[in-house]
Structure formats: C-alpha cells, structure tokens
C-alpha cells in the first residue's frame, strides 16, 4: 500500500526596502563647513590688510553665520531629508562673501564720509537672518509643492499688486531714477524680488495647463514652426506689462527678468524654438522702443556705449550722467587675473552703488579675474542644481516651477554682472546672495527654499509595496 506523505514548507514574502537616491546630508553638512570657514578665512584677511590684525568680531561674525547655517541644516535634515546637498551650502557661501565684501567697505572713510558705510555689514546680517527664518518657514508648511498649483490665479493678482506698490503715491519711492522701492516703517523694500517667484508661481500653473494649445504650430517659415495667432495672446500680455513696468518704474532689470523668466518656461513647455526667438525680437523692439523716450534709460544705454564721456561730463558737473560704469572697468582692469588682495583695493571710489549694484566690482578688483570666475561658478552650480531639480521633479507644475525659478536667477545674475561689466546697459538690480539689499537676500532665500522642497519631493524613494496576505504561505504537496 502506498501511502503519500504531506509536506509543508512556508514562504515568508520579504517587503521590498526603500529603493531611492540616499538623502546625502551628511555631505551637506561637510560642504557646509567650508561654506562658513572660507568666508571667515576671507574676513580675517580683510582685517589683517586693512588695519593689521585680526578683526575683533571675527568669532561673533563665525558663530553669527555658523548659526544660521547650523538651523538651515538641521531644518532641511528634518523636513526635507532628500533634498538636493548643494543648494544651502551654495547659497551660504555666496551670501557669507557678499557679508565679508560688505563689511571690508564699510571699513572705508571715504564711504563713511557720505554716510553709506559704516553699519551696512550688520543690517546686512540682520537681512540674512531674516532671510533664513523665511527659508525655515518654507520647509516647515510648505509640505507639498503641488499645493502651490491651486493658487495660480490668485498669484497673477498678488504679483500685479507687488509691481504696481512702488508707483502707489505716498508708498513708492524714486531712488536713482527708478520707481522699484516702496518705504514701510522706515524700510526700504523693493517688491519686484518677491514678485519674481510668485509671477514663478503663476506661470508654471498657467503653462502647464494651457502647454498643448501653445505647441500647436500654424505654419513653418524659416525652419521655424510659427505658433497660431489665438496663442500669442500670453506672450503679448506678459511682454505689455513688461513694457509698463519699465515706462513707469523705469526699471530695465526687472522688465527683462520677468519678459525671459516667461519664454524660458514658455520654451520648457511647449518645445518650440519660435517662442525663444520671438522673445528675443519683442523685448529688444521694446527696449530700443522705451530707451528712446525714456531719459534714464537713454542715460544708461550712453554710459553702456560710450562710458568715459559718461565720466567725463560727470567729472564736469553736468547733471544726468553717471562714472559708475567707467569706474567699475577701471576696478576689474586694476584686478587683473588674481587681484590685489582682499581690503587692497579701491573700489568705495565708486560710491553710493559700491555696496549694491557693483559689489561684483570689489570682487573684480580684490580678487581679479580668478576670483570672479569662482563665483559665476558658484552662481551657474547653483542655477545647475535648480536645473536637475526640475529634470528629476515628477510632475509637470514642479518641473516648470523650478525651471522657473532657476532662469530667474540666472537672468538676474546675467544682467547684473553683464551690466557691471560692460556688457549690456545696467539695469539697476542687486547681485543675488552678494550685494547689500534686505529684499534681495530674503527673497532669494525662499527662491532656494522652494527648490529643496521640489528636490526633496523629486529625490524622495518610492514607499515600500504592501506585503501581499495571499503570498503569506504556500503549501506544496509532494508524493513519497
């Protein structure tokens, strides 16, 4: 007689770990280091060529940025653990050299004498805290990019708002020649650099919607895919607005920061080289257009074209023209390629905008042309990062979002440092991270907030599958 014997073996299922990037803020931690010690390094050297010793608040200035690093790091670690590991370090280090760049001209007499030194290195600090706790807050509630979404028109209306306080009587101030600033409280605070991410908002809740009807193409002319009439209505109302602002601010920076930051998304959206192209043409007919009624920007366009007659006729006492761009070459021609070392130079001769639009001139003239490479480097490894942000972000608002973004500030740095440089006319902008400016500093710092947050969004590992209750055993019957 043959009998069968049952046998019975068990096969627990094992749930599939976590499978995704590792969260790498151990390495921001380590590069945070060096974000804190070179620009301390830095400042001992400004005080050692300037007054041959180390400067007394050295400690307190190395404690002071370590802080703030420290809380940055210790906010990313908990609320966005896979967030990107060079964002903050990048941005601490930029902004702890505009500190240092700062702090070496307000050690200047001559910008002492004309009151506009002496104090701009801790405001500046203050700014940067404040710029800190902001970042803070966007890690801590801004949970989910994608709620952004949900405010897209909302944002257009708040955006509209920022850009027309500065032309509200009683509110706006003119500084310069341009209506950018409004004055709270003794404050000066220019809306145009927190209106840049929330029109960031509202564009990449726009495009993404509405990218499909922008592809479409009419015709092919030149090797070019023209888009359809009905779809150039986005693109004039955006390049309209553009227009006003710089008739009405008379702010060239800001109408070509907000006009690019457009058809790079636009671009980005719809794949269609005829956006970038018809960009290109609307903003120069538009500048040429308000440059040649427009007194300030004619000035700016001369000092772009021929700067040392500008210098001239300003040496002579004619009003309405501007040393700054002649001044700011001599700076970087001095540099030379490694600079005259840092507190050695002579850039407080160019005044008022050493410290703001032209800090990028101290860094030519002390650090030379090596130093400014360094930092465009720094600056195109920041917007870099933006840029794998968006390549990795798993939605389509998150992709258009830090696109966005990230052409904003490169297009900020663009037109600054090219207009310091000789490049394109200035356009009156403050260098991102560097120059001295409490909206600038804290605007950017939630610019780079909003960027972890996608990051961390994009690098975060899919959740672990459910394990499955039928797989829990498997009988297997085999005869004898």
Not at 105 to 116: G, T
Not at 359 to 386: N, Q
């Amino acid at each position: 007689m043959s009998s069968s014997t049952t046998n019975t073996s068990t096969h627990h299922t094992s749930t599939i770990g976590s499978i995704g990037t590792p969260s790498r803020r151990n390495t921001e931690l380590a590069l945070l280091v060096f974000a804190v010690l070179i620009p301390v390094f830095a400042y001992a050297n400004v005080g050692l060529a300037i007054n041959d010793q180390v400067p007394t608040g050295l400690l307190s200035y190395g404690l002071g940025l370590g802080l703030l690093a420290a809380v940055g790091h210790l906010v990313v670690r908990k609320f966005a653990p896979y967030a990107d590991p060079l964002l903050l370090p990048l941005a601490t280090l930029l902004n702890g050299l505009g500190l240092v760049a700062i702090w070496r001209l307000d050690q200047s007499e001559l910008l002492q004498s004309i009151k506009q030194a002496g104090s701009a290195a801790p405001r500046q600090l203050l700014y940067t805290a404040m710029g800190v706790a902001l970042f803070v807050v966007v890690l801590i509630f801004l949970k989910d990019h994608r709620v952004l979404q949900r405010y897209t028109y909302i944002s257009m209306v708040g955006a509209l708002i920022l850009l027309l306080l500065p032309l509200v009587p009683g509110l706006g101030k003119n500084l310069y020649g341009a209506k950018i600033w409004i004055s709270v409280a003794g404050f000066s605070i220019q809306p145009g650099e927190f209106a840049k991410i929330v029109l960031a908002v509202f564009f990449a809740g726009y495009l993404m919607v509405k990218r499909d009807a922008l592809a479409l193409a009419s015709r092919r002319f030149m090797g070019l895919y023209l888009p359809r009439g009905r779809d150039l209505g986005p693109i004039l109302v955006v390049w309209a607005i553009s227009i006003l602002i710089l008739v009405f601010e008379t702010d060239l920076g800001t109408s070509l920061l907000f006009f690019g930051m457009f058809v790079i998304m636009l671009y980005v959206a719809t794949e269609r080289t005829s956006w970038i192209v018809f960009g290109l043409l609307m903003s120069a007919v538009g500048a040429v257009g308000v440059a040649s009624f427009e007194p300030h920007i004619q000035q700016r366009v001369d000092a772009w074209l021929d700067p040392m007659r500008e210098y001239t006729l300003s040496r002579n006492g004619e009003f309405g023209h501007s040393e700054q761009a002649m001044q700011a070459l001599w700076a970087f021609g001095s540099g030379g390629t490694l600079g005259t070392g840092w507190g050695q130079g002579h850039s407080e001769l160019i005044r008022f905008a050493a410290n703001s639009d032209f800090i990028l001139a101290t860094f030519g003239e002390e650090l030379g042309l090596a130093g400014v490479m360094a930092l465009l480097l720094l600056y195109a490894l920041l917007v870099e990062r933006g840029v794998r942000t968006a390549l990795a972000a798993r939605d389509p608002f998150g992709k258009l979002l830090a696109i966005g973004l990230s052409g904003a500030f490169a297009l900020q740095v663009f037109v600054v440092a090219g207009g310091v440089m000789g490049l394109i006319p200035l356009t009156g902008m403050t260098m991102p991270f560097l120059a001295s400016g409490g909206s600038s500093v804290i605007a950017n710092w939630a610019l780079v907030g909003i960027l972890l947050r996608i990051s961390d969004t994009a690098r975060r590992p899919a959740p672990a599958p459910a394990p499955n209750p039928d797989a829990e055993m498997t009988q297997v019957v085999r005869p004898s």
